[in-house]
């Protein structure tokens, strides 16, 4: 996220993405290519949300929610469901 991160720009992104994500799985075919680009927003979403998680925990811990940082793919991609 490039700009100033706040969990409303977090949740802004989360919501552009979920819109490409419904719009890629409502078409009727889907290559290779597709269903690549949909696993990386899929990806981009969990990374979202996990960030998005970890600026409230910050900030009900008394911290700085400025402190949470994006993780990487491998990590949040190993959280349980």
């Known amino acids: 996220m490039d700009e100033k991160t706040t969990d409303q720009s977090v949740l802004n992104r989360i919501e552009e993405l979920v819109g490409q994500e419904h719009e890629m799985l409502a078409r009727e075919t889907t290559s290779e290519e597709d269903l690549g680009r949909l696993r990386a927003l899929q990806v981009q979403l ?3 949300w ?3 998680r970890q600026r409230r925990a910050l ?6 929610a ?3 940082q994006v993780r990487s793919a491998e ?5 349980e469901q």
């Open 46 to 48: 969990d990374q979202c």
């Open 50 to 52: 996990d960030l998005l």
């Open 59 to 64: 900030r009900t811990a008394g911290q700085d």
């Open 66 to 68: 400025d402190m949470a």
């Open 75 to 79: 990590t949040v991609e190993k959280y």
